[in-house]
């Protein structure tokens, strides 16, 4: 079992920047990492996820603005969001497969509660 503790959210204005965090409650050495996120009236979409390699892997929509990275040691996800835009707009979810898990979307098990990015427009 892993708790996931995301934190970081808040209103910025367009063109700002949030660095989102995302604490796990045990080791996540050899789980893939990813950042989710849902929009008012749309469906859930991968935002960002990070291998037990470090290998990278970004939506369309944010590539070039969003960087994921990881800690190992503290076992914490991190998400740095530059020059957001109003359609950024989500609550931003932290999530974690299993151990030796592949980074597909079926493969994220654990998900944490949430936090809320706003972008006004």
């Known amino acids: 079992q892993v708790q996931l503790v995301e934190s970081g959210g808040g209103s910025v204005q367009a063109g700002g920047s949030l660095r989102l965090s995302c604490a796990a409650s045990?080791?996540?050495?050899?789980?893939?990492m990813g950042w989710f996120r849902r929009a008012p009236g749309k469906e859930r979409e991968g935002v960002a996820n990070i291998t037990r390699h470090g290998r990278t892997t970004y939506a369309d929509s944010v590539k070039g603005r969003y960087t994921i990275s990881r800690d190992k040691a503290k076992n914490t996800l991190y998400l740095q969001m530059n020059s957001l835009k109003s359609e950024d707009t989500a609550m931003y979810y932290c999530?974690?497969?299993?151990?030796?898990?592949?980074?597909?979307?079926?493969?994220?098990?654990?998900w944490g509660q949430g936090t809320q990015v706003t972008v006004p427009s």
């Open positions: 045990s080791s996540t050495y050899n789980r893939c």
């Open positions: 999530a974690a497969t299993n151990d030796w898990g592949s980074c597909g979307v079926a493969d994220f098990t654990y």
